[in-house]
Nanobody
Framework: QVQLVESGGGLVQAGGSLRLSCAVSGTIAAMNDMGWYRQAPGKQRELVAA???????NYAEFVKGRFTIARDNAKNTVDLQMNSLKPEDTAVYYC????????????WGQGTQVIVSS
């Protein structure tokens, strides 16, 4: 069984910072892309940032220059440093990992709430 556990969400004022962390546990043969997605009330889930096994990153336009994604392959963790937060960043943030456990598939965390007050 593969589990993703997120932490670090919370309430912050606009302009503030938060750091989200995601730890992947379970027996897996390999892990490829990891990423963070978010879903605001009434909206579809959207990509925030992703990182490949070799460290190549991809950011949504609305977070470029403010958020930074990083991973530790030895620990199977991925972090999202969020700076200069805006009220429109308020959402549930989900961690995703593409891993090989008897075949490749995507695994999701349970989500962590981020609320940015104005």
């Amino acid at each position: 069984q593969v589990q993703l556990v997120e932490s670090g969400g919370g309430l912050v004022q606009a302009g503030g910072s938060l750091r989200l962390s995601c730890a992947v546990s379970g027996t897996i043969a390999a892990m490829n892309d990891m990423g963070w997605y978010r879903q605001a009330p009434g909206k579809q889930r959207e990509l925030v940032a992703a990182i490949t096994h070799t460290g190549a990153t991809n950011y949504a336009e609305f977070v470029k220059g403010r958020f930074t994604i990083a991973r530790d392959n030895a620990k199977n963790t991925v972090d999202l440093q969020m700076n200069s937060l805006k009220p429109e960043d308020t959402a549930v943030y989900y961690c995703k990992s593409t891993a090989n456990r008897f075949g490749w598939r995507d695994y999701w965390g349970q989500g962590t709430q981020v609320i940015v007050s104005s």
